[in-house]
Structure formats: C-alpha cells, structure tokens
C-alpha cells in the first residue's frame, strides 16, 4: 500500500525489482504501479498538511510512539517513509488541494508566504516515528482501501481522538496495538458517518444537509421561541452544524471533553439521533445569549461555542431525549 513500487525486503532474500517496460516509473499505463504511486502523492500531501496540525494544544501527536514502524525503519531495507516521500513529492507547477466542497485549490508554492508545513513538527531523529506519522499512515491507507470516498479534508479530526485513546492506554500489551486498533475502529466509525464526507449524498436523506435541517427541527419542538430568533435572523445551520455534525464535535471542545462527550454518544444505540440533540442542548444552554445578540455577535457564540461543561451539555441533552 505505501512502498514505493520496485522495493522489496532485503533481508527476505528478495532483491530490487528490475526497471522493465512493464512497470517503470516513466510508464503511461493506468494501471501501473507507478501511476498509482505517483497518483497518491495528491492524497498524501493533503494528509500530510493536515495531520502535522493535529490538536495542536496538546503536544502528544508530536511525540515519538513507543511503538513504530520496525518494517518500515529498519535501515537494512530501502523503504521510505511517508514523511520523507512528501519531502521528496513536488509538484512542479502547483500545489493541489481540495476542501470539503470538493474545491480544487491551486497555488504556486513559489508566492505561498506562510511555513511549511513540513516545519509545523519538529522532525524527529532517524528511527523515531512521531505519533502524527502513524495517524497519517491510518488515514493513507485507509484511503487506499476506500477509494469511493478516498481522503477528505476532516477525517484527521475523526481519527485523532481515536488514536489518542488508544495509544494512551495504560495497558503497555493493548498501547502496542494502538494503529491497527484505531484503524479498525475508525473504519467502523467512517461506516456508518461516510455519508457526510461525499458531497453528492449531502442532499439525499442520509447526507449532511438533511442531519443540519434535523438540528434546526428538532430546536423547533423543544424551544420554539429559540428557533424563530435564529431564523429571524437568518442563521442557517450550515453556519455552524456542519463542522459540529461532520466532525462530531471534536473542533468545539478540548481532547479530553471531545473523549467524554465521544463516551456517550458511542455507548448510546442511536448514537446520531443523540448527536443531534446534543446540538440542540448546546443551543438552548446559550439561549438568554443568542436571544439578547444581534447576528454577529450570535454568530460568534456559534462558532466558538463558550460553554467547556461537556457533562452539564450532555446532561441537557438527556433531558431533551427524555422529554420527547
């Protein structure tokens, strides 16, 4: 999945695969290898870019794991990394990436004034793999596997809370399992949210717009006068339901409030429906603010949401569910 084509184990008595007309880098054939790897390289970059900014309040993602890569660091083989092929991946004319909206950005990396990202981390030492390396190996992988929805823009935000669980665990047997734990569970997670990462289902019943209107329906039956304000005012959910629902909203509190809130929702058999009120309980906690506020200033409580009780929202959230 992530080694570059031509490369096998020295150790295991395989040498380095002769360059023929079949499969060499220079080959325009689709369905060479070497298509697919240099193809990957637009989806590994984004990944890239947006792991080494992963909770950047915590120092955790940039600390070595105690558990890398052997296969891939053993310096008797000639593999590469996946940090060192986006340091070695240019793209000559332009650097390419897509948003949620499905958005191609464009810009030469000649006029691109902001850091490197490559500079966003310290580099660790040679044999080291910082636990953001192995988030971006999950979520590379899984892009591989799940071509249809391939890599958006947010799922690292998905599989950071995850991993963090995991590899955290004060159980050392269960903390060395950290990646192929999270990759599993994550890809049970995306099962049943992929829906909100494909833009053309946004739309359909199951799709991330239908999931914003239910925010708003369900504000209606529970504090009506709430609604008509925010209506009245022109607040639409896209404004801030989006990232709440889509990224289940680990970007509105700190990684540990994220877990507690996480807890629940995982533990509760209609665990979307319950996301859902948790939103409007988020909403009706701040309802005095948003009823006083004029649209700016509502709009800044919404997108940056000032309460931290995590236990006190869900608490609310309860007693909406109990109340139906």
């Known amino acids: 999945m992530i080694i570059q084509p031509g490369i096998a184990k020295a150790n295991m008595g395989m040498s380095r695969e002769d360059v023929t007309f079949e499969d060499h880098p220079l080959n325009p054939n689709p369905?060479?290898?070497?298509?697919?790897?240099?193809?990957?390289?637009?989806?590994?970059?984004?990944?890239?870019?947006?792991?080494?900014?992963?909770?950047?309040d915590i120092s955790f993602f940039q600390r070595a794991t105690e558990y890398p890569c052997l296969l891939i660091l053993d310096p008797q083989n000639e593999f590469e990394t996946?940090?060192?092929?986006?340091?070695?991946?240019?793209?000559?004319?332009?650097?390419?990436?897509?948003?949620?909206?499905?958005?191609?950005?464009?810009?030469?990396?000649?006029?691109?004034?902001?850091p490197s990202s490559l500079n966003e981390y310290e580099?660790?030492?040679?044999?080291?793999?910082?636990?953001?390396?192995?988030?971006?190996?999950?979520?590379?992988?899984?892009?591989?596997?799940?071509?249809?929805?391939?890599?958006?823009?947010?799922?690292?935000?998905?599989?950071?809370?995850?991993?963090?669980t995991f590899a955290t665990d004060p159980n050392s047997e269960w903390k060395e399992h950290a990646e192929?734990?999270?990759?599993?569970?994550?890809?049970?997670?995306?099962?049943?949210?992929?829906?909100?990462?494909?833009?053309?289902?946004?739309?359909?019943?199951?799709?991330?717009?239908y999931k914003m209107e239910k925010v708003y329906s369900t504000l209606k039956d529970k504090d009506v006068e709430l609604y008509l304000k925010l209506q009245e005012q022109n607040i639409k959910p896209q404004f801030f339901a989006f990232r709440w629902l889509t990224l289940l909203l680990s970007q509105e509190f700190l990684l540990p409030d994220v877990i507690r809130i996480w807890d629940s929702l995982f533990a509760d058999e209609?665990?979307?429906?319950?996301?859902?009120?948790?939103?409007?309980?988020?909403?009706?906690?701040?309802?005095?603010?948003?009823?006083?506020?004029?649209?700016?200033?509502?709009?800044?409580?919404?997108?940056?949401?000032?309460?931290?009780?995590?236990?006190?929202i869900l608490q609310k959230a309860k007693e909406l569910q109990d109340s139906k």
């Open 31 to 56: 369905d060479s290898r070497w298509n697919t790897y240099f193809r990957d390289n637009e989806v590994l970059l984004q990944i890239d870019k947006d792991v080494r900014r992963l909770c950047p």
């Open 82 to 114: 996946l940090r060192k092929r986006v340091e070695q991946t240019t793209l000559k004319s332009q650097t390419v990436a897509r948003n949620r909206s499905g958005v191609t950005n464009m810009s030469s990396p000649h006029k691109n004034t902001t």
């Open 123 to 164: 580099v660790l030492p040679n044999g080291c793999e910082a636990h953001w390396e192995v988030v971006e190996r999950i979520l590379f992988i899984y892009a591989k596997l799940n071509p249809g929805i391939a890599y958006v823009q947010g799922m690292n935000e998905i599989v950071g809370p995850l991993y963090y």
């Open 180 to 209: 192929a734990d999270t990759f599993f569970c994550f890809t049970n997670l995306m099962a049943e949210i992929r829906d909100n990462f494909i833009k053309s289902l946004d739309d359909s019943q199951c799709g991330i717009t």
């Open 270 to 312: 209609s665990r979307f429906d319950f996301l859902l009120l948790v939103c409007c309980a988020m909403l009706v906690l701040i309802r005095e603010q948003l009823l006083e506020g004029d649209f700016t200033i509502n709009m800044r409580l919404l997108q940056d949401y000032p309460i931290s009780d995590v236990c006190h």
